[in-house]
């Protein structure tokens, strides 16, 4: 027969196990979790990656990382916080959507909590928008059930169907809840090429007006991108509620990269891949880009876009 003792302390060391296993923060070690509220992003290490990976782009990088770091220290927002990143392709756009999103989600893009939809992918069909709305909407509610902080990205906003982001507008308003489920610590971010060339053309001003690109602020573009974003029929944000209303609370400007950016991009590239930077490397591969304006050739028309395949030709 077992002694009671012995009985008793084995219940309590299994009823201690249990409890350990059980406890959050060793369940959260193996299995992803949504973060709590105590879980503050990390803005020593955000703002680090961004000023050592994101080259060229002052202004995104200010408005980004304050817009975050501002939202996720409010215990109460009053909407989701909703970003729109627009510039020509090889900028910077979806990189840093990528590291916003690592930094709210250990796991970054592979997480069950950040969202990535390509308009080309996953709305494809015209005919079928009615459809994609009632999809998108039961996606997002659903998600957001499950993590309040959920991050949904919306890439090729440009060749979305005008009025599909639309559907999605009362998750965006400054509603308490809708149908039970509080949207007001979701994270939305829109990417476009829509607006580049307007932004290239500011940009390309005040080069030629002497004016270094860091002198360039957001007031300087911001209303002339929302405007020209919400009266471009290929914005996706064509006439939208959501710029009617100011559910957007940043439309972010991404500057054209100059060579100097390029080369920046080459040597990270080279680096991620182990290698030692070789700088002959470097200036073959920057040569090897092609620039606008024609006569001048100050900014790259691809950014940084094609560095990966053209330092593939180089590899020995």
């Known amino acids: 027969a077992l002694e009671p003792v012995s009985v008793g302390l084995a219940i309590g060391v299994a009823s201690a196990l249990t409890g350990y296993l059980s406890h959050p923060r060793f369940y959260c070690n193996y299995v992803e979790c949504?973060?709590?509220?105590?879980?503050?992003?990390?803005?020593?290490?955000?703002?680090?990656q961004l000023d050592t990976k994101l080259f060229g782009q002052h202004l995104a990088k200010d408005v980004v990382l304050k817009a975050v770091l501002g939202f996720s220290k409010n215990p109460s927002p009053k909407k989701p916080l909703t970003?729109?990143?627009h510039g020509w392709a090889g900028t910077g756009k979806n990189f840093l959507s990528q590291i916003l999103a690592e930094h709210v989600h250990r796991a970054g893009l592979r997480s069950k909590f950040v969202h990535l939809f390509l308009a080309t992918l996953h709305f494809p069909h015209q005919e079928q928008v009615?459809?994609?709305?009632?999809?998108?909407?039961?996606?997002?509610?659903?998600?957001?059930?499950?993590?309040?902080?959920?991050?949904?990205?919306?890439?090729?906003?440009d060749k979305m169907h005008p009025g599909l982001i639309d559907a999605i507008k009362p998750f965006l308003d400054y509603y308490e809840?809708?149908?039970?489920?509080?949207?007001?610590?979701?994270?939305?971010?829109?990417?476009?090429?829509a607006g580049g060339d307007l932004i290239n053309k500011a940009v390309l001003e005040f080069w030629q007006s002497g004016k270094e690109r860091e002198e360039i602020q957001l007031k300087d573009l911001e209303p002339?991108?929302?405007?020209?974003?919400?009266?471009?029929?290929?914005?996706?944000?064509?006439?939208?509620?959501?710029?009617?209303?100011?559910?957007?609370?940043?439309?972010?400007?991404?500057?054209?990269?100059?060579?100097?950016h390029v080369k920046m991009c080459v040597r990270a590239?080279?680096?991620?891949?182990?290698?030692?930077?070789?700088?002959?490397?470097?200036?073959?591969?920057?040569?090897?880009?092609?620039?606008?304006?024609?006569e001048q050739k100050v900014f790259s028309d691809k950014g940084c876009k094609?560095?990966?395949a053209k330092l593939d030709f180089h590899e020995d």
């Open 177 to 193: 809840q809708v149908d039970g489920v509080s949207y007001r610590k979701a994270i939305f971010i829109f990417l476009s090429n």
């Open 269 to 294: 590239e080279m680096l991620a891949r182990g290698y030692a930077v070789d700088e002959k490397v470097v200036q073959a591969v920057a040569e090897e880009m092609t620039f606008f304006p024609k």
């Open 306 to 308: 094609t560095v990966q």
């Open 130 to 157: 009615k459809f994609y709305q009632e999809q998108l909407q039961s996606w997002i509610r659903g998600n957001v059930s499950a993590c309040p902080h959920s991050v949904f990205i919306f890439d090729e906003m």
């Open 34 to 48: 949504c973060p709590s509220a105590e879980q503050r992003l990390n803005a020593t290490a955000l703002k680090v």
């Open 224 to 260: 002339m991108l929302s405007v020209g974003v919400f009266n471009n029929k290929n914005s996706g944000l064509w006439h939208s509620s959501l710029i009617d209303r100011n559910l957007i609370d940043y439309f972010v400007p991404f500057l054209p990269l100059e060579l100097k």
């Open 83 to 85: 970003l729109s990143l």
